[in-house]
């Protein structure tokens, strides 16, 4: 079965430092991973995507991540953190083997960046 | 990407009654998706609905319960019937791009039942 584990519930940082928010995920086949963001009383975000190719992939907003097969992690990265970045991430994953489209999504990971 | 609207963006219904949440889409779409995200909680995938047949749902979720039209392939709507307190959350319908796999999500619908 396909699962997603976000380690943190929240995770603080201050401006300008760097931040990692953590995914790790289980698929059968080769996953297709993704992170979202959620705004306060807003949709969900896409921010990026790893399908195949270089494992660092960079998305919206500045932020990246780093797929890693041998341990299964497709953590959110960025280098400097803003107070906008403040908001609700989501990692979702799904697996390329079947027909389903369907995306399994983590808990979410609240970030609170501190000016 | 598709942009993606929702009617309502919020509602407060009575215990017992329905609604009927429409999702919009400026584009073409094959399959779309209804995800239902409850307080504090993550996104659970309701059902996929494609156009010309009947929508796949996922397991704990009912075609009574959770009624799904897509009459076209830019259209669909949920239908929450005979609600309950516990329907409260945030029902988001989603797409898929036409490149690349990820989904587009409309801006979601707030639901609070009393």
Known sequence: AQSVAQPEDQVNVAEGNPLTVKCTYSVSGNPYLFWYVQYPNRGLQFLLKYITGDNLVKGSYGFEAEFNKSQTSFHLKKPSALVSDSAL??????????????????TGTLLAVQP | ?????????????????????????????????????????????IATANQGSEATYESGFVIDKFPISRPNLTFSTLTVSNMSPEDSSIYLCSVEGLIGNEQFFGPGTRLTVL
């Open chain 1, 89 to 106: 991430y989501f990692c979702a994953v799904r697996g390329d083997g079947g027909a389903t489209n369907k995306l399994i999504f983590g």
């Open chain 2, 1 to 45: 990407s598709a942009v993606i609207s929702q009617k309502p963006s919020r509602d407060i219904c009575q215990r017992g009654t329905s609604l009927t949440i429409q999702c919009q889409v400026d584009s073409q779409v094959t399959m779309m998706f209804w995800y239902r995200q409850q307080p504090g909680q993550s996104l659970t995938l």
